[in-house]
């Protein structure tokens, strides 16, 4: 399974940005996909995750900004951002997997910055 994420970028605090990560290759095996994060000097952490069947898992740091969405046609997760914070200034991760995360993309950087 191959992942391949786009939409990061530069943008101001309260602004928006939409990623995007299509997944290739075995991508039927897929179950869960989602969303990581990792700042400078910080471990990797959880930003979102969203099941096959819809459910979905935020970190409280996200919850009522962030929003994960996912197209099974299209073997594609979305992770729409808005209220972007400074602290939210990292390189963004996708992964996907059958019961977690076996697969990852590399990341691609969301700058938030007046």
């Known amino acids: 399974v191959q992942l391949q994420a786009s939409g990061g970028g530069l943008v101001q605090p309260g602004g928006s940005l939409r990623l995007s990560c299509a997944a290739s290759?075995?991508?039927?095996?897929?179950?869960?996909m989602g969303w990581y994060r990792q700042a400078p000097g910080k471990q990797r952490e959880l930003v979102a995750t969203?099941?096959?069947?819809?459910?979905?898992n935020y970190a409280d740091s996200v919850k009522g900004r962030f929003t994960i969405s996912r197209d099974n046609a299209k073997n594609t997760v979305y992770l729409q951002m808005n209220s972007l914070k400074l602290e939210d200034t990292a390189v963004y991760y996708c992964?996907?997997?059958?019961?977690?995360?076996?697969?990852w993309g590399k990341g691609t950087l969301v700058t938030v910055s007046s």
């Open positions: 969203i099941t096959s069947g819809g459910t979905t």
């Open positions: 290759g075995r991508a039927s095996s897929i179950n869960h």
């Open positions: 992964g996907a997997g059958r019961w977690g995360m076996d697969y």
